[in-house]
C-alpha cells in the first residue's frame, strides 16, 4: 500500500491531504489562526472550581474557559504545580528534574477544591480543541510525543504500547530506555519503535529533553495565557506517527512548508528525505493529483458505493447516523441474503475511510442492511475492526445488534472536517435566474476580443470548467488556434473542476484577474 502527503498552502493555513492508493483517506485543514491545537501546553489561570462536576474551568485565552476534570489532574498535580510556581519564583534554575523531590500523588477518589485554588498558576495541555460551543479540554498529565517514544515528566516509569506483544522485545526496549532516561522522567514506548536501536531511541529522547528544556526557559518568564511548549504543525505530527517504509512522496507547493518539513525529516528519518518534492506544476497541487474531485464525491450526504450501493450520512448533536442501502444493486445477485452481505461489506470498507477523512467522532450509529446470518454479522463485524485498524483516534468497534444495528465510538479531539458540497451557482447567486448556459462560450469570446483588441492585453489565461475547456482546444482547427491566427497572440487555457460550468476568470500574465465585462454591456 504506498502512501502519499499532498500539502496545499493557501492564505488562511494548510490543507492536508493522507492518500493510499491514490484514494484519500485523511484530510485536514490547519488554519493559521487556530492557537489551540492537541499537544499544546499553556500556563493557565484558575478561574472557577466546580464541586458538583468536581472540575475546573481555566483561563487559558480562548473566548470561553477551558474545562479541566479531577481524573484529568494526574496523579502528580501537586508535583507539578509546585515546580510550576517554584520556575514562576525564579528558585529553579535548570530544566532537570534530577533532585527535585516529588509531591505524594493525590487521591483518585478526592476533590477538584484538595488539590487547586482560584486564581493560581496552573500548567495546562489541550487534549480537545475547542468543539462547537464548547472550549477546549485541558489535562494536567503533562506529555511530550516523539517519533518513537513520549516524554512524561514528574514520572519515573517506563510503559511500553500494548501492540507491541513480543515479549523479548518488551524488555529489551525496557531495559534499554530505563537505562538511558533521566530521573523524575516517565517514558511512554510507540508502536513504531519495535526493532529500533539504542541510538535512534537516544536521539529522539534527547529531542524531547531539548523540547522541554526549551519549554522551562519560556516558563521562566512566561505571563498566564502564554503557550508554554508548541505542538508541532499537522503535516509534521502526520509525519511523525506514520512515517514508514510504505511512504513513496510527500508533495508540497510551499517553499517554507518545504524547508520545514524536509528539516524535520532530517531529523527523524534522514533516508526519506529524497521522497520530499517540491510541487511547481501549473496546475493546482490538489487539482494535479485529482484531490479537489475527491473532496466533492466524499463529502456529500450521500456516498456512492463501487458495486452500486449507497451510504446515507447524518449528523446530530448527539450522535452521527450512517444508514446503508443498496441501490440499484438488488437486481444483480441472485438472494436478498447475497446482495445484503455483499453491499455492507463495500459499505463497512467506505464507512472506515469516512470515519477518517471527515475525522468524526464521538457515537456512531450504522443502519446494515438487515442479514439473517449469524456467520454473515461476524464477517460485516471483522471487516469493520480489520479496516479501521490504521485509525490514528482511538476507537471502539460493536458487533451488530439484532436489528442490524453497529455502534461505534471515536476519539473526538479536535472540531469535525466538513465540506460543504453543494454549490452555489455563480451566475444567479442562489436566485434561481441565470443567464443562458448555452452563451458562455460566446461572452468568453467577446471578453477576450475585448481584452486583446481594446485594452491590448498579453500573456492572457483563461481557468474555466473542463467541459469549456475541451470546447474550446480539441477539434482541428480548434477554437483557440482560430484565436491565435487572428489576434496574433497565444491564449493560455487553464482547466479547473472546482468551478461552475458558467464560471470564469480571465488573468494577466502576473496572475491577477481581469475584469470582465457584464452580458448586458457585450
Same mark, same amino acid.
Given at each position: 500500500?504506498?502512501?502519499?502527503?499532498?500539502?496545499?498552502?493557501?492564505?488562511?493555513?494548510?490543507?492536508?491531504?493522507?492518500?493510499?492508493?491514490?484514494?484519500?483517506?485523511?484530510?485536514?485543514?490547519?488554519?493559521?489562526?487556530?492557537?489551540?491545537?492537541?499537544?499544546?501546553?499553556?500556563?493557565?489561570?484558575?478561574?472557577?472550581?466546580?464541586?458538583?462536576?468536581?472540575?475546573?474551568?481555566?483561563?487559558?485565552?480562548?473566548?470561553?474557559?477551558?474545562?479541566?476534570?479531577?481524573?484529568?489532574?494526574?496523579?502528580?498535580?501537586?508535583?507539578?504545580?509546585?515546580?510550576?510556581?517554584?520556575?514562576?519564583?525564579?528558585?529553579?534554575?535548570?530544566?532537570?528534574?534530577?533532585?527535585?523531590?516529588?509531591?505524594?500523588?493525590?487521591?483518585?477518589?478526592?476533590?477538584?477544591?484538595?488539590?487547586?485554588?482560584? =486564581?493560581?498558576?496552573?500548567?495546562?495541555?489541550?487534549?480537545?480543541?475547542?468543539?462547537?460551543?464548547?472550549?477546549?479540554?485541558?489535562?494536567?498529565?503533562?506529555?511530550?510525543?516523539?517519533?518513537?517514544?513520549?516524554?512524561?515528566?514528574?514520572?519515573?516509569?517506563?510503559?511500553?504500547?500494548?501492540?507491541?506483544?513480543?515479549?523479548?522485545?518488551?524488555?529489551?526496549?525496557?531495559?534499554?530506555?530505563?537505562?538511558?532516561?533521566?530521573?523524575?522522567?516517565?517514558?511512554?514506548?510507540?508502536?513504531?519503535?519495535?526493532?529500533?536501536?539504542?541510538?535512534?531511541?537516544?536521539?529522539?529522547?534527547?529531542?524531547?529533553?531539548?523540547?522541554?528544556?526549551?519549554?522551562?526557559?519560556?516558563?521562566?518568564?512566561?505571563?498566564?495565557?502564554?503557550?508554554?511548549?508548541?505542538?508541532?504543525?499537522?503535516?509534521?505530527?502526520?509525519?511523525?506517527?506514520?512515517? =514508514?517504509?510504505?511512504?513513496?512522496?510527500?508533495?508540497?507547493?510551499?517553499?517554507?512548508?518545504?524547508?520545514?518539513?524536509?528539516?524535520?525529516?532530517?531529523?527523524?528519518?534522514?533516508?526519506?528525505?529524497?521522497?520530499?518534492?517540491?510541487?511547481?506544476?501549473?496546475?493546482?497541487?490538489?487539482?494535479?493529483?485529482?484531490?479537489?474531485?475527491?473532496?466533492?464525491?466524499?463529502?456529500?450526504?450521500?456516498?456512492?458505493?463501487?458495486?452500486?450501493?449507497?451510504?446515507?450520512?447524518?449528523?446530530?448533536?448527539?450522535?452521527?447516523?450512517?444508514?446503508?442501502?443498496?441501490?440499484?444493486?438488488?437486481?444483480?445477485?441472485?438472494?436478498?441474503?447475497?446482495?445484503?452481505? =455483499?453491499?455492507?461489506?463495500?459499505?463497512?470498507?467506505?464507512?472506515?475511510?469516512?470515519?477518517?477523512?471527515?475525522?468524526?467522532?464521538?457515537?456512531?450509529?450504522?443502519?446494515?442492511?438487515?442479514?439473517?446470518?449469524?456467520?454473515?454479522?461476524?464477517?460485516?463485524?471483522?471487516?469493520?475492526?480489520?479496516?479501521?485498524?490504521?485509525?490514528?483516534?482511538?476507537?471502539?468497534?460493536?458487533?451488530?445488534?439484532?436489528?442490524?444495528?453497529?455502534?461505534?465510538?471515536?476519539?473526538?479531539?479536535?472540531?469535525?472536517?466538513?465540506?460543504?458540497?453543494?454549490?452555489?451557482?455563480?451566475?444567479?447567486?442562489?436566485?434561481?435566474?441565470?443567464?443562458?448556459?448555452?452563451?458562455?462560450?460566446?461572452?468568453?469570446?467577446?471578453?477576450?476580443?475585448?481584452?486583446?483588441?481594446?485594452?491590448?492585453?498579453?500573456?492572457?489565461?483563461?481557468?474555466?470548467?473542463?467541459?469549456?475547456?475541451?470546447?474550446?482546444?480539441?477539434?482541428?482547427?480548434?477554437?483557440?488556434?482560430?484565436?491565435?491566427?487572428?489576434?496574433?497572440?497565444?491564449?493560455?487555457?487553464?482547466?479547473?473542476?472546482?468551478?461552475?460550468?458558467?464560471?470564469?476568470?480571465?488573468?494577466?500574465?502576473?496572475?491577477?484577474?481581469?475584469?470582465?465585462?457584464?452580458?448586458?454591456?457585450?
Amino acid at each position: 500500500m504506498s502512501n502519499e502527503l499532498v500539502i496545499n498552502s493557501t492564505q488562511k493555513g494548510e490543507r492536508i491531504a493522507l492518500l493510499q492508493d491514490k484514494r484519500l483517506v485523511e484530510y485536514h485543514v490547519e488554519q493559521s489562526e487556530n492557537n489551540f491545537t492537541v499537544g499544546d501546553i499553556y500556563l493557565g489561570t484558575v478561574r472557577k472550581l466546580v464541586p458538583g462536576l468536581n472540575a475546573a474551568f481555566i483561563d487559558i485565552g480562548y473566548e470561553k474557559d477551558a474545562f479541566l476534570h479531577y481524573l484529568d489532574l494526574g496523579p502528580n498535580i501537586n508535583s507539578l504545580n509546585k515546580y510550576t510556581k517554584d520556575v514562576l519564583a525564579k528558585r529553579i534554575t535548570t530544566h532537570k528534574l534530577n533532585g527535585f523531590p516529588l509531591e505524594p500523588e493525590i487521591d483518585k477518589l478526592g476533590k477538584i477544591s484538595q488539590v487547586l485554588s482560584k =486564581n493560581s498558576p496552573i500548567l495546562v495541555q489541550v487534549v480537545k480543541e475547542p468543539i462547537s460551543t464548547k472550549g477546549p479540554r485541558l489535562s494536567c498529565e503533562i506529555s511530550i510525543a516523539g517519533r518513537y517514544i513520549v516524554l512524561v515528566p514528574f514520572s519515573s516509569s517506563v510503559n511500553i504500547s500494548k501492540k507491541i506483544t513480543d515479549k523479548e522485545e518488551r524488555q529489551r526496549l525496557a531495559r534499554l530506555l530505563n537505562s538511558i532516561k533521566p530521573q523524575n522522567f516517565g517514558i511512554i514506548v510507540r508502536t513504531v519503535a519495535e526493532g529500533k536501536d539504542v541510538a535512534e531511541l537516544d536521539r529522539d529522547l534527547t529531542n524531547l529533553l531539548e523540547k522541554w528544556e526549551q519549554g522551562f526557559k519560556t516558563l521562566r518568564s512566561a505571563k498566564p495565557r502564554e503557550k508554554i511548549i508548541g505542538e508541532m504543525g499537522r503535516a509534521s505530527s502526520i509525519l511523525r506517527d506514520m512515517l =514508514n517504509e510504505s511512504f513513496d512522496s510527500i508533495s508540497v507547493d510551499d517553499k517554507e512548508m518545504y524547508d520545514e518539513i524536509r528539516s524535520y525529516i532530517r531529523t527523524i528519518a534522514p533516508d526519506k528525505e529524497r521522497i520530499l518534492k517540491l510541487y511547481n506544476g501549473k496546475t493546482k497541487i490538489f487539482e494535479n493529483f485529482g484531490i479537489e474531485k475527491q473532496l466533492k464525491s466524499v463529502f456529500g450526504r450521500s456516498v456512492s458505493l463501487p458495486g452500486g450501493g449507497y451510504v446515507i450520512i447524518e449528523h446530530t448533536e448527539a450522535l452521527h447516523v450512517i444508514d446503508v442501502n443498496s441501490g440499484n444493486k438488488s437486481n444483480v445477485e441472485s438472494d436478498q441474503e447475497t446482495t445484503a452481505f =455483499n453491499v455492507n461489506m463495500e459499505a463497512a470498507k467506505e464507512i472506515a475511510r469516512q470515519l477518517r477523512v471527515r475525522d468524526m467522532g464521538g457515537i456512531i450509529v450504522v443502519d446494515f442492511i438487515d442479514m439473517k446470518k449469524a456467520e454473515n454479522k461476524r464477517l460485516i463485524y471483522e471487516k469493520m475492526k480489520d479496516e479501521m485498524k490504521n485509525d490514528r483516534s482511538k476507537f471502539t468497534v460493536l458487533p451488530l445488534t439484532k436489528f442490524g444495528l453497529m455502534q461505534i465510538t471515536r476519539q473526538r479531539v479536535r472540531p469535525e472536517v466538513n465540506i460543504t458540497t453543494g454549490e452555489v451557482c455563480p451566475t444567479c447567486g442562489g436566485t434561481g435566474k441565470i443567464t443562458a448556459s448555452i452563451l458562455v462560450a460566446d461572452l468568453i469570446e467577446s471578453n477576450l476580443d475585448y481584452m486583446l483588441s481594446k485594452q491590448n492585453e498579453r500573456d492572457i489565461s483563461i481557468v474555466l470548467h473542463p467541459y469549456l475547456y475541451a470546447y474550446f482546444v480539441q477539434g482541428f482547427p480548434s477554437r483557440r488556434m482560430k484565436w491565435f491566427m487572428k489576434y496574433k497572440r497565444w491564449v493560455k487555457v487553464v482547466k479547473d473542476t472546482s468551478l461552475g460550468i458558467t464560471e470564469f476568470h480571465f488573468k494577466n500574465q502576473m496572475g491577477e484577474d481581469i475584469e470582465i465585462l457584464p452580458a448586458e454591456v457585450i
